[in-house]
């Protein structure tokens, strides 16, 4: 889906955008959208508020782009890296390398999408919804690959695929350069985890059922003492 980028967009250098973008992401991450305004970005900037207001008439012109730009960055370059993969882990891995790749290079735009993904109005909201649903196809097309293969257990795919999109969404919440591994480690891992929990063998709705009620059994015996 096209950006909403105005004459003026397409007239600035790239580098100035990508300057105003960054701090303005920054003063987001900072001061949440709702407590942020223009002015406080244009003193993180250096940009004049007539500068700023030339170039993004709203905050939410802001947000829109700083979402749109990250979502469209990162599924671009996953569906390039696909092309040489057949295999369904082979592409699994990939997504999951590609998403963490760009987290751990983009912490404070992650931030910023993950904690006001709800400020954004229409139309700018329904935008970024379309690449986030294009995305989320990619990837469980790829789950529903591996089941076809009988490589994962039949277990509730969308509960599976968002549940991996939740891993992989809040490194930035705890990742630390000096002591966890970088991108690569990190997305092996990451795969290595969710493959485990989903492999033929590895789960069984049954015994946890089980387990769950003998608990729940002997929490009411304890109760009636």
Excluded at 167 to 195: R, S
Aim: aromatic letters at 10%; glycine letters at 6%; proline letters at 3%.
């Amino acid at each position: 889906m096209a950006h909403r980028w105005t004459a003026a967009h397409l007239n600035a250098p790239r580098n100035k955008l990508k300057h105003i973008l960054g701090h303005a992401a920054r003063v987001f991450s900072e001061k949440g959208f709702e407590g942020a305004s223009i002015r406080d970005i244009s003193r993180a900037s250096r940009v004049s508020l007539a500068g700023l207001y030339y170039y993004f008439e709203s905050k939410q012109k802001l947000l829109y782009l700083i979402q749109s730009n990250a979502f469209t960055s990162i599924l671009e370059r996953l569906q390039e890296r696909l092309k040489s993969a057949r295999k369904p882990k082979e592409r699994l891995r990939i997504l999951i390398s590609n998403h963490i790749e760009y987290f751990l290079c983009n912490p404070i735009e992650m931030k910023v999408m993950a904690h006001e993904e709800d400020a954004l109005e229409d139309p700018y909201r329904k935008e970024v919804l379309e690449i986030k649903r294009r995305y989320y196809e990619i990837a469980r097309g790829i789950f529903d690959e591996l089941r076809r293969e009988g490589q994962v257990a039949r277990i509730n795919p969308r509960v599976a695929v968002l549940s991996l999109f939740g891993m992989m969404n809040w490194v930035y919440k705890w990742h630390n350069p000096e002591v966890d591994p970088q991108a690569e480690v990190l997305g092996e891992t990451i795969a290595g985890i969710f493959l485990h929990g989903v492999c033929n063998g590895k789960f069984s709705n049954g015994a946890r059922a089980d387990a769950l009620r003998e608990r729940s059994a002997e929490q009411r015996i304890r109760a009636a003492g």
